[in-house]
């Protein structure tokens, strides 16, 4: 089992940054493959970011260039370093855990998620 617990979102003007945190306990993050996905108003939970056990790093592409997954893993933590940020990318942003050797996409094959982090960007 695996407790992921989100922070670091909030109100942020366009062209702004935030970086999300995702603390991870019960389990050591360096066991399993990590990704971020957004879900806005009215919308399906889609995919931002992902980054294997390895270090291997994938992004959608509306977010590459500006947004940067990292992993610390002595501190059992995942990041999301979001810079640039546009009205569209206003969501509540989730991370979540898989035990995969792959980077999937698919949010249903991540097997642990956390509760969710409000991030809003306003024009």
């Known amino acids: 089992q695996v407790q992921l617990v989100e922070s670091g979102g909030g109100l942020v003007q366009a062209g702004g940054s935030l970086r999300l945190s995702c603390a991870a306990s019960?389990?050591?993050?360096?066991?399993?493959?990590m990704g971020w996905f957004r879900q806005a108003p009215g919308k399906e939970r889609e995919f931002v970011a992902a980054?294997?056990?390895?270090?291997?790093?994938l992004y959608q592409d509306s977010v590459k260039g500006r947004f940067t997954i990292s992993r610390d893993n002595a501190k059992n933590t995942v990041y999301l370093q979001m810079n640039s940020l546009k009205p569209e990318d206003t969501a509540v942003y989730y991370c979540?855990?898989?035990?995969?050797?792959?980077?999937?996409?698919?949010?249903?094959?991540?097997?642990?998620w956390g509760q969710g982090t409000q991030v809003t960007v306003s024009s």
């Open positions: 980054i294997s056990r390895s270090g291997i790093t």
């Open positions: 979540a855990a898989h035990g995969l050797y792959t980077i999937p996409v698919d949010p249903g094959k991540y097997t642990y």
């Open positions: 019960g389990r050591t993050v360096s066991n399993y493959g």
